[in-house]
């Protein structure tokens, strides 16, 4: 197996610079003979290189495993939106807050900005295919660009990429098209040398979208505009932001991150939080160092300051004392002895 670590521009956000999954978990499973693998790829991603025939394409392939594994990929995001599909077995997978059991058939779809996990811890026994396609986008409200090979016509592509954004369910039930569709992409990255295949390979994955894109008409999806907004994007930074708030943050790197101008982003703050941006931030900073200040005792006033992103101790002490009406030493102690 080929593991090519690439020069990529990242996408930071939330304060974490989210890079091309590299699968490690599998690449082991593969090294150890547990499970079958084969792919096609470029920049992190485990497999044969891609070339720039298909541009924007950044994994397509798929692995086999026909006996329990003890493996699985821990919650991750992807730089595309990525298609997956189960031809047999079961496999457990979770996006955002709902978790289900893929089935034979099954088919599921995540946006860049969805965390996504495969396995419970393991995963199951099964063929399971995937196409991931960098639309350059990171964020809800971002407006997608297809690679220049999809050709499906402007109308088609409209509808079905106005579908996939204002419609975030998890799976679909797919038909015997869809199903050897993917088998024919699993057979064109079998006999794929240095790139032979890529016209096959380009025809395949616009089929598929055709294919997608009849799938989700069939289904009546109600579709919701709310979920393009660019105030969701900013919901979306904030939610995150507590996992993140040692970052050395200003108002323009959140807004940045959160993939919306200042201006926009500290509205939308503002009408989310009734907040500041950079109050709110504050805030999140303040509920942390409470936290460590209970559960971390050996740290003393300074690490527990810096472990929240204050730039010093002398004023995390005075931030603090402003809002509890006392120091974190004496808040220790207060809490310390109710317990």
Not at 158 to 167: H, K
Request: glycine share 4%; hydrophobic share 35%; with cysteine.
């Amino acid at each position: 197996m080929k593991i090519n670590i690439q020069k990529i521009k990242p996408f930071k956000a939330d304060g974490i610079v989210y890079h091309a999954d590299t699968c490690l978990p599998l690449i082991d499973a593969v090294e150890r003979k547990k499970v079958k693998f084969k792919a096609l790829a470029r920049y992190t991603y485990p497999g044969d290189r891609l070339n720039d025939n298909t541009i924007g394409l950044n994994s397509i392939g798929y692995w086999d495993a026909n006996e329990p594994q003890d493996w699985g990929l821990d919650w991750h995001r992807n730089e595309g939106i990525e298609i997956h599909f189960l031809e047999s077995g079961s496999m457990p997978y979770s996006q955002e807050k709902k978790e289900i059991e893929l089935r034979p058939n099954d088919l599921t779809i995540t946006r860049p900005w969805e965390a996504h996990k495969v396995g419970n811890p393991n995963i199951g026994v099964g063929k399971f295919y995937w196409v991931i396609l960098d639309l350059g986008v990171r964020r809800p409200h971002q407006n997608w660009v297809w690679p220049e090979w999809i050709i499906l016509a402007p109308e088609d592509l409209l509808r079905l990429t106005t579908i996939l954004r204002q419609n975030e369910d998890v799976r679909l039930r797919s038909d015997k098209r869809v199903r050897d569709c993917f088998q024919r992409i699993g057979r064109a990255v079998d006999t794929d040398k240095n790139c032979s295949n890529s016209s096959r390979i380009r025809l395949l994955v616009n089929y598929l979208l055709i294919l997608l894109l009849d799938l989700l008409d069939s289904e009546n999806i109600e579709l919701n505009e709310d979920l393009t907004d660019s105030s969701r994007s900013v919901k979306l930074f904030l939610n995150e932001l507590e996992k993140n708030l040692p970052e050395m943050w200003t108002i323009e790197k959140m807004a940045e991150s959160a993939g919306v101008g200042l201006t926009r982003f500290t509205h939308h703050c503002k009408q989310l939080t009734n907040l500041t941006p950079m109050r709110y931030l504050m805030m999140k900073r303040l509920e942390l160092s409470k936290k460590i200040l209970l559960e971390d005792t050996d740290l003393n006033v300074a690490e527990v300051a810096f472990s929240c992103g204050f730039s010093t101790s002398q004023y995390f002490s005075t931030v603090f004392k402003k809002h509890e009406k006392c120091t974190p030493i004496e808040y220790r102690l207060k809490m310390l002895d109710k317990i």
